[in-house]
């Protein structure tokens, strides 16, 4: 990675990866996997978690619903009070470190959208596929090229339907179709659940000045949850109190809810990551030129020069691809006309 640390770290609760994560990586926000907290409720509070049946949806709602800090602190408290856990060790032991894991706490930092380790565990059921303990050292390398090659095809052929397939539009906003065609396939899709879902809020206007406008904004029929959206009307930047977009870089319904309003048809550049975009693996290395590689030359690495040809490569495999399949499809039409003949 080059010296780069991430931005992010997921984790199980454990002790001793807390203590490696803050020794190697002490800038990093390190987050615990909710997944695997979640999971222990019905062990450590199985009690009250089988005696009242409302307590799972209400600890759940705590958990998941509560979009400030100053909420979920309040709906804690409520939740312990109403079923008497202030004696719980385990409910204190998670609750005093809930900057970790906690949406309302961590949903002000990038986490590309996850709160689990999920992915982690996909990818280790995924090699599951091609390994096993009994696995020898020759076959490994065997297994792990062809585990690579399947991948690389998967990813492939769903880079070749985001740019050759037109996705199913559900609105009648030009943000929307504008937008199917710079996201990949599966984030439009995200930020489309979101685009239909921002019909269900209404908005109202409570704050305002000449450039900044501040906007409540709840769904048709309910009191609560209620969010707020800032809106700054020069350079249409936006922040709103769920943080969706800090935590995921997907523009939330709140605020698409707002632009709608406003008349923003166009989704403002500054809200498109490059890395949820079809040129996201374009134009991320910089241009490179063959005197650079001459002998002797130290501006540039054999690894740059190796990744340069790589990602040209992937480029014309994909064009090839296109051009193999467009010819298949028109020797399929002659062929047909020739029997019709």
């Known amino acids: 990675m080059g010296g780069i640390s991430p931005k992010t770290i997921i984790t199980d609760q454990d002790g001793a990866i807390s203590n490696a994560v803050a020794k190697v990586f002490p800038k990093v926000n390190h987050h615990y996997c909710m997944w695997h907290i979640e999971k222990k409720v019905p062990e450590y509070l199985n009690r009250v978690y089988h005696e009242y049946g409302e307590f799972k949806n209400q600890f759940y709602k705590c958990i998941h619903q509560s979009t400030t800090v100053e909420e979920f602190d309040s709906d804690w408290e409520a939740m312990i009070d109403k079923y008497g856990l202030q004696d719980n060790q385990w409910l204190n032991k998670i609750f005093s470190i809930r900057e970790k894991w906690i949406p309302a706490y961590v949903r002000h930092n990038f986490y590309a959208g996850m709160s689990t380790t999920q992915r982690s565990e996909s990818m280790n059921k995924y090699f599951k596929d091609f390994l096993n303990s009994s696995t020898s050292l020759s076959q490994f390398v065997t297994q792990y090229e062809k585990a690579l090659d399947a991948r690389n095809n998967k990813e492939r052929e769903k880079t070749f ?101 406003k008349k923003v048809y166009c989704l403002p550049s500054q809200y498109v990551l490059h890395r949820w975009s079809i040129n996201a693996k374009k134009e991320k290395v910089k241009e490179v030129t063959i005197e650079g590689f001459q002998e002797g030359s130290n501006n540039t690495s054999d ?34 006309w020739d029997c019709k003949t």
Request: with cysteine; proline share 1%; aromatic share 14%.
């Open 303 to 336: 690894t740059l020069l190796f990744n340069s040809i790589m990602v040209h490569s992937i480029e014309l495999s994909e064009r090839g691809f296109t051009i193999r399949k467009t010819s298949r499809y028109c020797n399929l039409k002659f062929a047909i």
């Open 161 to 261: 339907k985001t740019r050759n397939l037109k996705p199913l539009l559900r609105t009648l906003y030009s943000m929307e179709e504008k937008t199917s065609k710079i996201y990949t396939r599966k984030m439009f899709i995200i930020f489309q659940d979101e685009l239909v879902g921002s019909q269900l809020f209404i908005t109202e206007k409570v704050k305002f000045s000449i450039e900044v406008s501040t906007y409540k904004v709840r769904e048709i029929y309910k009191e609560k949850p209620i969010y707020y959206v800032n809106f700054h009307v020069t350079s249409k930047e936006t922040n709103c109190s769920c943080h969706m977009f800090e935590y995921s870089c997907i523009l939330c319904r709140h605020v698409l809810c707002v632009f709608i309003k």
